[in-house]
Every structure is written in structure tokens, then in C-alpha cells.
């Protein structure tokens, strides 16, 4: 193991502020005997910074974030606070005769583990909205005719031992429900019901086109990784049938459970404890580890995301007493990247100049997974007045509120900044919106910068033609007239429409 490496110098500096802040912070608001603290402690807060600089390099706490986990980024903060006091409090009692007080000591070696903790918190938070996790797909280079194999149709002792199992299990409902949409007789259809996510890894590839899993989807802790592995198993066009208890449901159980009053008190508790808790990345670890995960609340739109971004499609869904079932066909790889983030600040692919793919910061407005829905939402809803989707149960409650101000294009001012769009543009746009506009349009739009402030707030169209015919006389502007003086004026007819025709985003 190499005990000299190069550290990070940004990491370097914000140590050394953060240690700056935090005597500062002890010194100048704490109550002290001296009337001179900063002079008193001048040398001792340099040697003190030293100190901390020199065993945080040899525990490897300046090795770049990116390379590091949380917790073993925190332990280490940890360690050195207290190595660093006990150092300087040995050094106080031998050698100082407590000329120095012990009390400022352990003051700015909490104050300054406490700044750290925070900003680690905000790094983390950070980089786990905007990252993916590394749970990846490797190209399978077995699934060339990936056709399933030959099996022997159930005798009708085994059928109706089946049939007796998913009534017991499941209901009479579910049971019709089955059969009118998978064979259970044909042999090739595998049925269990296990909280297990990797249930499928042992079993034969391409020896079952149907696999059904009763187990609710809210008691599985590892849902991508099922459905990759399910995935993988599955012949080309094979069928996965699931199901879950969608947030809507949870909701009304409860509170039709308690009494008013008390229903909203237990149900903002439950949602606290099994929708926040597991997708924050400082309490997940303790949550999984006490309930195992079982009785997470998940809304419909993040489910039916994870079934596209695991290679899947839709077929169909439909709620069977408390839980709504899914069918969904097997259609490709999953997403190279698979397990997604639930942060506030979110990264979206969108089309730039030139057609070059580059990725947008927005705060979140929609359910996990929503980004994978675009086409599930388009084939069932269309498009609402002003191009949005029609009935979209993939944005949430506080989110609308967010597009309603802007709130949530905020973090688009990095992008702004980075030179990746300008003020005044046409939309940046997903590769699923991108594909429903004409190739003029398309063609036309890949020569400029994507904006910020689109010529839809200038024209307030209502139709998706309509937003073509928009965007396109913009963008001819922009070829004839140039596009400064093109942004000039679409900027003050789009200011107006907002200010005094309250124009607004959703």
C-alpha cells in the first residue's frame, strides 16, 4: 500500500479555510479569560493546523472525494478530530502547564468536526443527486438467438397445485388475472414469490418466457438488480409480471385506518420512516440493516421507470385490490447504469449545438425514474395545451409548485455559465421529445444553443405544432436578423408575458 500519494489541492484549501473559521468562530464568539485570544493563540492554531494537514495526508483523508465512500470519508474525519485533541491536550498537560485552556482546544476540534460533517454531507448529498451508482451491466454476448428453450407443458396435478398456491397466496383475482395474460400450464413459466432480489441469478437462461414474482415490489430490498437479472434470464420478448402497492394506496389505507386528525399525524410519520429515510444516503444503510427494507413506499411512476431503465416495456397495469400488477416485456439491455439517485439535484440528457449530447441541472420535480416514462406517458396521454404531457402522474405536488416559479431550472445557470446554453433559446430537449419534432426543425435546432428563456413564453403556443411553428420562427430570426438582435427582442416580449400575462412554466 503507498503511503505518500498526491492529495487533492481544493481539498487542501477547504480543510485549511474550514480550520481558519472554525478558531475564528471559538476565539472571537466564545466566552475566554483573555482579553488578547488571537494573539494568545496564534502560534498554537498555526502548529494546530499543521498537525491536523499532516496525520489527515497519512490517513489518506486528501485522496480526491470522487475516489471515496461516505462513511469511510466521515470515519477518517472522525479519527483525526480525535487524534489531533488528544495530541494537543497530552501537549497541554506535559509540556504547557495548562497555559492554554483545554476547554478552547476541544471547543474548535468539535466546531471544526462539525463544519466538515456538514460539508461532507452537502459534497455527498451532491454528488450522489447528480451520479450514478456502480451497479453495471456488461454486454451479454450470449443472447445471440435468444430463444427459448423447449419444456415439458404441467400435468393437470401440477396445474391446479399452481392455480391452489396463487389463490392462497395472492387471491382468486389475481389468479384469473394471471391466466388471462401469461400461460401457467406451458412449463415455461416460472412463478415464486421471495423478497430475495437475487432469486434469478441461478436459474437456467432462456428456460422460462414468463417469470412472475407475487412478492410485492415495496418488501425488495434491490429492485434493479431483480429485474436486471430477470432481465438477463429472459429470452428475447420474454414476460415479467409484478406487482406493488403504489404511495396513492398507502395514502388512503392509512388514512382511512386513523382517525382524522391522527391519520395525517401516522401517515407523514410512515412516509418520513419508508419513503425518505431509504433513499437518503445517510440513513439508508440503518434503515435496510433494522426492517430489511420490507413496506417502502413507492410511488407508480418511479416502479414503472425502473421496469423501462432495466430494459423493459410496459404492456399493461392494472390494480387488483390494494396492489397494482404489471406486465411488462423483456426488449432490451438494461441501462449501463442502473441504480439512480433520489437527490433534490438531478442531471438530464438533453441535445445541444451540433446535436451534442450534454446533461442539464434541474431540481427534481417528478418521482425517481420519471426520465425513463416520456414514452410510456406519450403512447397513453399525448400532450396537454402548451406541449406538456397530459395527465402526468410522474410529477409531484411540491414539484409543480417548483415549475410554477421556475424553482427547479435555478440549477440551469451552471449550465449557463459553462457556456453549454445561453440566456434567450429554444428548449433543450430529451431524445424522446427531440424525436417527435420535424427533421427540418431538428436540423434547425442543432445549429444554436439550446436557452434558457424559450420562444415559448414570447408565443405561449398550445399545441405541439404550434411549438414548432414557434420555434422555427426564432430560429429563422436568428439566421436573417442574427441572433443577438433576435435574443434582444424575444427577451422583453418573453419578460412581459411573464410579469404582466403570468406566463408560467406548468
Known amino acids: 500500500m503507498k503511503i505518500f500519494y498526491k492529495p487533492a489541492r481544493i481539498f487542501l484549501i477547504v480543510d485549511i479555510l474550514i480550520l481558519l473559521l472554525s478558531f475564528y468562530i471559538v476565539l472571537n464568539w466564545f466566552p475566554l479569560t483573555t482579553n488578547s485570544p488571537f494573539y494568545k493563540y496564534s502560534w498554537p492554531s498555526i502548529f494546530y493546523i499543521i498537525t491536523w494537514l499532516v496525520f489527515s495526508y497519512f490517513l489518506k483523508r486528501y485522496i480526491p472525494l470522487r475516489r471515496q465512500p461516505f462513511f469511510s470519508s466521515a470515519v477518517k474525519l472522525f479519527v483525526i ?36 460533517y456538514v460539508a461532507l454531507n452537502i459534497y455527498f448529498a451532491y454528488r450522489y443527486a447528480v451520479e450514478y451508482n456502480d451497479f453495471t451491466v ?44 401469461v400461460s401457467l400450464g406451458c412449463g415455461n413459466t416460472l412463478v415464486f414469490a421471495t423478497n430475495d432480489a437475487m432469486i434469478m441469478k441461478y436459474q437456467p437462461q432462456f428456460q422460462y418466457s414468463t417469470v412472475v414474482q407475487l412478492e410485492k415490489l415495496n418488501n425488495i430490498k434491490g429492485i434493479n438488480k431483480m429485474l ?33 386528525g391522527l391519520n395525517y399525524i401516522v401517515y407523514g410519520l410512515n412516509f418520513i420512516v419508508k419513503r425518505i429515510l431509504p433513499k437518503l444516503f445517510v440513513s439508508n444503510i440503518l434503515y435496510y440493516s433494522v426492517v430489511s427494507g420490507k413496506n417502502r413506499i413507492l410511488s407508480k411512476a418511479e416502479v414503472l421507470g425502473r421496469f423501462y431503465c432495466c430494459g423493459y416495456r410496459v404492456i399493461k397495469d392494472r390494480k387488483i385490490g390494494q396492489l397494482t400488477f404489471v406486465v ?18 438531478i442531471r438530464l440528457h438533453r441535445y445541444g449545438k451540433n446535436g451534442e449530447p450534454f446533461e442539464v441541472y434541474k431540481m427534481r420535480t417528478m418521482h425517481p425514474y420519471s426520465e425513463y416514462l416520456q414514452s410510456y406517458i406519450y403512447e397513453r396521454n399525448n400532450l396537454n395545451a402548451g406541449g406538456k404531457f397530459y395527465k402526468d402522474f410522474r410529477v409531484t405536488t411540491f414539484g409543480r409548485t417548483m415549475r410554477k416559479y421556475w424553482i427547479d431550472e435555478l440549477p440551469m445557470l451552471f449550465n449557463l455559465l459553462n457556456g ?7 428548449r433543450p430537449l430529451s431524445p424522446q421529445y427531440f424525436n417527435l419534432y420535424s427533421t427540418e426543425l431538428q436540423e434547425k435546432r442543432n ?43 424575444y427577451f422583453f416580449r418573453i419578460i412581459n408575458n411573464i410579469l404582466f400575462k403570468s406566463a408560467r412554466s406548468a
Open 328 to 345: 411488462a416485456q423483456r426488449v432490451q439491455q438494461p441501462e449501463a447504469l442502473l441504480n439512480k439517485s433520489y437527490g433534490p439535484l
Open 81 to 116: 478530530t480525535v487524534i489531533v485533541t488528544f495530541f494537543y491536550w497530552v501537549l497541554i498537560q506535559l509540556y504547557f502547564d495548562n497555559k492554554f485552556s483545554e476547554a478552547v482546544l476541544i471547543s474548535i476540534s468539535v466546531v471544526a468536526l462539525t463544519i466538515n
Open 138 to 181: 456488461e454486454p451479454d454476448v450470449n443472447r445471440i438467438n435468444a430463444r427459448v428453450k423447449p419444456a415439458i407443458p404441467l400435468d393437470e396435478e401440477a396445474l391446479n397445485e399452481l392455480r391452489s398456491t396463487i389463490t392462497e397466496h395472492s387471491g382468486a383475482r389475481v389468479l384469473k388475472y394471471l391466466e388471462d395474460n
Open 420 to 426: 453549454e446554453m445561453k440566456l434567450v433559446g429554444v
Open 228 to 260: 436486471a437479472l430477470t432481465n438477463e434470464k429472459l429470452p428475447d420478448d420474454g414476460i415479467f409480471v409484478c406487482c406493488f402497492e403504489t404511495k396513492s394506496t398507502y395514502k388512503k389505507r392509512i388514512l382511512l385506518r386513523y382517525k382524522k
Open 447 to 489: 445549429k444554436f444553443k439550446p436557452g434558457l428563456l424559450p420562444p415559448f413564453y414570447a408565443d405561449m403556443p398550445s399545441t405541439l405544432e404550434q411549438i414548432e411553428a414557434s420555434e422555427l420562427a426564432y430560429l429563422n430570426s436568428c439566421q436573417t436578423k442574427g441572433i443577438f438582435i433576435t435574443d434582444i427582442r
